[in-house]
């Protein structure tokens, strides 16, 4: 509790690994030589940061090299970030890749000062720089890079394989559509909601309510979701609020809101949020439910007898948004096809479903023609058919029965029995078994890509909470060596 009082730790450093790490070898110390005095163990500060930190930064930096060394496909995740105490600039990176155990990998690779413009070019010297720190020629051409949506970053990666980041399209078909419906009903219900809010967190009587009130604000993914749902939740307690404060006009408004569509258009919401939700994993394959999520926010947006006419007008202006701003290409079909999960493309017509079969068809012909040697590694010989089953009777439109080596590994692919395992434990046993070498290492390339770019996001948080009031004087250097060891440092 001294230790707590005298400096402002939150109690919660109790449960924390690494003051647990310390105790602990505080205790083995005293336990091996006997009393001793702390100013005798502890380096001071100045030795600490100029010193033990970046030895310490090195051997971690040397050993993650060491770790993704011979991983031939990968992706980074990559954003820009300003402080907001002294303004200074960084981009974050962050690798994601599949191990040597098939298993799926995120490593921070660092947190750099970015004192230039942020055009593209300057984005794409950082990236040459710190990608030359870490990660071999090879693996860099296979990269793919996940980023937002912003014009420098179009342009910093217009030569290089890249996908927009898929929470980033949600929020711009949320915010888009309710922007461009103005359908008045549901734009009063939010601009009541966005005066109720402000009234309790300015007026402090937020702090009265079971569950607070949530802002609308700009820069958080799925704030009008929370807005509405926070007032939802203390409807009847707002109201009676209103009332013993006299505030009858702002009650007034809260009384002339149908509480059906509030209903309504939370439970349309809520997907949305969901979906965002769910592509923002990172410890898990993403990748592969971008393209159903798209179809599943479709079904969304599809009107029933039961929507108030507010709503599927609603519904309309989402659709035609989605459409627009959700991107897919052709890595989020591929990837889409490699689990097994989806492999029939239930959710496809029989044309499109022959577009992603004879896309991945040339995947497959393009690296066998980089990789000749893959081809001698089938099972069956270079000209044997393999006869389409009846199971896979609705692709007959698609070239299922080829004489190449490469059109095989596709046709085994689809006839294999839909697995019950997850995704990496399926090509994991495919790999092992080296029945499909070609489509491995495509799987390899494709589940390695996350849907989103939200580590970047996780990472500024991160930032956020090293670099505040109390070490503002922190370097650059110093920021991104701390961030790096929260990522990287094991002991």
Known sequence: MFFISKD??????????????LCQTLIEIGAKHGSLSIED???????LSKYILPQIYNECRNNLKLEIQGIEYGSITTDLWTD????????VFTYHFIDHDWKLKAKCLGLYDFPDSKTGLAIRAKTHDVMQKFISPEAISNMTFVTDNGSNMKSAYRTDKRISCAAHNLNLVVDKALKDSAIEPVVE????????????????QNKNLQHTLKQDVATRWNSQFFLLQSLMTELEEIKNILHQEKLYDKLEKLNNIDVDLLSQLIDFLKPFHEATVYLSKDAVPTLPDVWPMFHKLKRVCSVVDTDLEPIKDLKATFMKCLEEKYQIDTNHKLGTLICPDYKFLTFLDPDEKAEVYKAMTNKINLMAKSEPSKISERNEPPNKKIKTSDLLGEFKNVPLSIETANDVELDKYLLMPISQSDILTFWESIDKARSLPIMTKIAKELIAIPATSTPSERAFSLCGRIFEERRSRL?????????????NFTF
Do not use: M, W
């Open 84 to 91: 907001d105490i002294i303004k200074n600039s960084y981009q």
């Open 41 to 47: 163990l502890l380096y001071d500060r100045t030795h």
């Open 8 to 21: 402002l730790q939150p109690f919660s450093v109790v449960e924390d690994t690494g003051f647990k790490k």
């Open 475 to 487: 370097s650059p250097e110093t920021l991104e060596q701390l961030l790096f060891l929260k990522y």
């Open 189 to 204: 219900i939010i601009k009541i909601a966005k005066e109720v809010v402000c009234y309790f967190k300015h007026s402090g």
